[in-house]
């Protein structure tokens, strides 16, 4: 498996993983991501911007992750351990045909890894309370508990978490 740097060329079966990622999100209770979030622009904007990384197995794109240190407002109503020399990531997705082969450890410690090149200080990360698998992901890499926020008028709270680089 490679990460690299996504391109445009790769939206397409971005978009494909996405497609078979939210009914497999809303079987277990994570409704998180619907038909408007994520959307292709968010994606194409991702790639535009250079923030879009995507694993890549047999030249078949079969997880994404977007990075960058743009923090939502919400943030702010958190008592973040680190100092805001930190980025975030957004959209981690893996094609549900590969769940299970270590396509997320790659993902997040490729984001770590990326982060501590840069001298950043931490990562923070939000996600559903509803979603299980990655809140076991943010458990399993030692990602500390921050708080709570809500995003896009979502009824459950999304669960923040920071790592120290």
């Known amino acids: 498996m490679n990460i690299r740097l996504a391109n445009m060329r790769d939206l397409p079966a971005i978009i494909e993983i996405l497609h078979r990622v939210v009914p497999v999100m809303h079987s277990e209770g994570n409704f998180q991501w619907d038909n408007s979030y994520p959307s292709p622009s968010d994606f194409t904007q991702d790639i535009q911007q250079y923030n879009l990384f995507v694993a890549v197995e047999d030249r078949v794109v079969i997880g994404a992750v977007a990075v960058d240190a743009i923090f939502p407002p919400e943030y702010s109503a ?88």
């Open 78 to 165: 958190i008592a973040w351990k680190t100092s805001p020399n930190s980025y975030t990531f957004h959209r981690l997705m893996i094609d549900p045909k590969h769940r299970g082969k270590g396509v997320a450890e790659a993902l997040f410690r490729y984001v770590e890894y990326r982060g501590q090149l840069m001298g950043l200080r931490s990562i923070r990360v939000d996600t559903n309370e509803n979603n299980k698998a990655v809140l076991q992901l943010f458990k399993k890499y030692h990602y500390n508990y921050a708080g709570s926020v809500n995003f896009r008028n979502v009824t459950s709270d999304f669960h923040c978490y920071e790592k120290t680089l």
